[in-house]
C-alpha cells in the first residue's frame, strides 16, 4: 500500500528544527561556494545523511512534486546525490517510480567517459522529464550547471528544488534560464 503524502506544515517545521541543530551556523563570515561570503552557513551533509532529515527532505520534494510528470530526479555531484536517492526510495515506497541520477563536475576520463550516471545501460536523457535538486542554493549557479548539462543531453528539466534557498539571486538565475524554482526553506526559516 502506497504510503500518504506527508503532513506538509508538521515535516517543514521539523526539518527546520534539525537544520538548526545538525547543519546551520551563524558567525563572522563564511566563505560560500559562490565566492560570497555570509554570517550564514548551511553544511546540509549531517541532515541530509540523518535518516530523519533525508526522510523529512525526500517526503517534503514528493509533496512538492505532486501532479508533476518527472521521469527521473538528480543534479550536481555531490550534494544532489544523497537527495535523488532518498527521494527516489521514498517514491517506491509512495507507488511512484521517480530513479535518480546525477551529473558529474567533469566526465570521468576512463570507462563510459560519463557525464550523468545512474541511467541504465542504452538509456539517455533525449525525452526525459527531469527534477534537478540541490541541497543550498545561492545564486544558482550549481544546479544551473547540472540543468544545462541535462538539457544539452536533450532532457526537459521539469523543476529545480533546493532545500535551502539563500535568497541570494537563485530565483532570477533560474527564471532568466526559463526554469522553474521552488525551494522547501529558505534563509529567512533560520535567522534568529
Given amino acids: 500500500m502506497a504510503e ?18 545538525r547543519s546551520f551556523q551563524e558567525g563572522p563570515g563564511f566563505k560560500l561556494a559562490s565566492g560570497k561570503t555570509s554570517q550564514f552557513y548551511f553544511n546540509m551533509k549531517p541532515t541530509m545523511l540523518d535518516s530523519e532529515g ?15 510528470s518527472a521521469d527521473l530526479i538528480g543534479g550536481l555531484e555531490m550534494g544532489a546525490v544523497p537527495i535523488a536517492s532518498s527521494v527516489a526510495a521514498l517514491a517506491h515506497v509512495r507507488g511512484r517510480k521517480l530513479p535518480a541520477f546525477f551529473v ?17 545501460k542504452g538509456e539517455r536523457m533525449v525525452g526525459k522529464n527531469v527534477v534537478v535538486v ?12 547540472a540543468a544545462e548539462a541535462l538539457k ?3 532532457a526537459h528539466v521539469v523543476r529545480v528544488i533546493t532545500i535551502v534557498d539563500r535568497l541570494d ?9 526559463g526554469f522553474s524554482f521552488t525551494p522547501l526553506l529558505t534563509l529567512e526559516d533560520f535567522r534568529s
Fill in 104 to 120: 558529474r563536475k567533469q566526465a570521468k576520463d576512463h570507462g563510459t567517459r560519463a557525464l550523468i550516471e545512474g541511467l541504465a
Fill in 54 to 68: 533525508a526522510y523529512l527532505v525526500a517526503s517534503l520534494i514528493l509533496d512538492a512534486l505532486e501532479g508533476t
Fill in 169 to 177: 539571486g537563485a530565483m532570477q538565475t533560474f527564471s532568466d534560464a
Fill in 152 to 154: 544539452a543531453e536533450g
Fill in 4 to 21: 500518504n503524502p506527508s503532513d506538509g506544515a508538521r515535516d517543514r517545521a521539523r526539518l527546520i528544527e534539525i537544520i538548526k541543530a
Fill in 134 to 145: 540541490e541541497d543550498v542554493t545561492t545564486t544558482g549557479g550549481s544546479a544551473l550547471k
